[in-house]
Antibody, heavy 122, light 112 residues
Framework: QVQLMQSGAEVKKPGASVKVSCQAS????????IHWVRQAPGQGLEWMGW????????VYAQNFQGRVTVTRDTSIGTAYMDLSSLTSDDTAVYYC???????????????WGQGTLVTVSS | DIVMTQSPDSLALSLGERATINCKSS????????????LAWYQQKPGQPPKLLIY???IRESGVPDRFSGSGSGTDFTLTISSLQAEDVAVYFC????????FGGGTKVEIK
């Protein structure tokens, strides 16, 4: 079945960077966009950006421009999200999610990864 | 960005009752060229990632029980649970994908 498996929880100090991985299985990795969404504790969902795994092209939300970089390695079907200059406000669960429809950049998400908790604390 | 506003923030109903969740967008998410509403609904249970329930405003995802339905067009949308079950306790989010993706703030559904 289609699955996205994310890397484990991270604890980082303010000013550091974090890199979260998202390994896809059960489908052709290059057929569907991968999105990144975060959820602060007890809060709603915030879209961060997407990558086209076929071309490597990316689009980022304005709130994260200059701080987030999404990449992929097609040989192992894995996408990565790198967030720099971390502050306590970046403490959140970070999700990757597959675009539901083939080659559609703006669409619904299905499925989602299990989430990766990133804690930023001094 | 399009702002998505959900109401109510929470609701508590008895088992078997009808649940209605509203989502309003700050501008239309109906794409005139294909007459599709770029709106989805998700269910998130505690400690789990969101799960897609409805896309294109009214199309139920495969495997989603038929007590869940989506309706609406343009700027006003509704998610209805026709007969609330214990396993439906969750937070529900709407999402627009007409342009830069945004989500509603969520509606928490509980059993009274």
């Amino acid at each position: 079945q289609v699955q996205l498996m994310q890397s484990g929880a991270e604890v980082k100090k303010p000013g550091a960077s974090v890199k979260v991985s998202c390994q896809a299985s059960g489908y052709t990795f290059t057929d569907h966009y991968i999105h990144w969404v975060r959820q602060a504790p007890g809060q709603g969902l915030e879209w961060m950006g997407w990558i086209n795994p076929n071309t490597g092209g990316t689009v980022y939300a304005q709130n994260f421009q200059g701080r987030v970089t999404v990449t992929r390695d097609t040989s192992i079907g894995t996408a990565y999200m790198d967030l720099s200059s971390l502050t306590s406000d970046d403490t959140a669960v970070y999700y990757c999610a597959r675009g539901r429809d083939i080659n559609i950049r703006w669409g619904s998400f299905d499925p989602w990864g299990q989430g990766t908790l990133v804690t930023v604390s001094s | 960005d399009i702002v998505m506003t959900q109401s109510p923030d929470s609701l508590a109903l008895s088992l078997g009752e009808r649940a209605t969740i509203n989502c309003k967008s700050s501008r239309s998410v109906l794409y005139s060229s294909n007459n599709m509403n770029y709106l989805a609904w998700y269910q998130q249970k505690p400690g789990q990632p969101p799960k897609l329930l409805i896309y294109w405003a009214s199309i139920r995802e495969s495997g989603v029980p038929d007590r869940f339905s989506g309706s609406g067009s343009g700027t006003d949308f509704t998610l209805t649970i026709s007969s609330l079950q214990a396993e439906d306790v969750a937070v529900y989010f709407c999402q627009q994908y007409y342009t830069t993706l945004t989500f509603g703030g969520g509606t928490k559904v509980e059993i009274k």
